[in-house]
C-alpha cells in the first residue's frame, strides 16, 4: 500500500520561510515524478513544483525563484523549501506521486501566511 504523509506546515508571517516534507511508503519512489500542490479555500489545486526521477524541475509561475522542490531517493523523501512566502501561498499543500497508476495523493498540510 503506497502512502505518502506530508509535514512542515503551520503558520508563518510573510517574508518568512517553511520546508515541506513528504514521506512515501510502500513504493518504488525513485522512478517517479513527485509533485507538489495546492489548494486555496474556494480554488481548484494547482501544481506547485514538480521532479522527475533524474532530479529535473519545473515551477509554477506563482512560486519561481522563491520554491525549490529537492528529493532523496535512498529515505524516499521529497521536499519543499518555500521563501519569501506571500499571504497568497496560503493553502493546503499535498504532495502527488505521478506516473503511478493510480497516481498517489498525501492528506494534505495546511501553510498559512499571515501576520
Known amino acids: 500500500q503506497v502512502q505518502l504523509m506530508e509535514s512542515g506546515g503551520g503558520l508563518v508571517q510573510p517574508g518568512g520561510s517553511l520546508r515541506l516534507s513528504c514521506a512515501v511508503s510502500g513504493s518504488i519512489f525513485s522512478i517517479y515524478t513527485m509533485g507538489w500542490y495546492r489548494q486555496a479555500p474556494g480554488k481548484q489545486r494547482e501544481m506547485v513544483a514538480r521532479i522527475t526521477s533524474g532530479g529535473s524541475t519545473n515551477y509554477a509561475d506563482s512560486v519561481k525563484g522563491r520554491v525549490t522542490i529537492s528529493r532523496d531517493n535512498a529515505n524516499k523523501r521529497v521536499y519543499l523549501q518555500m521563501n519569501s512566502l506571500k499571504p497568497e501561498d496560503t493553502a493546503v499543500y499535498y504532495c502527488?506521486?505521478?506516473?503511478?497508476?493510480?497516481?498517489?495523493w498525501g492528506q494534505g498540510t495546511q501553510v498559512t501566511v499571515s501576520s
Open positions: 502527488k506521486q505521478e506516473g503511478s497508476i493510480p497516481p498517489y
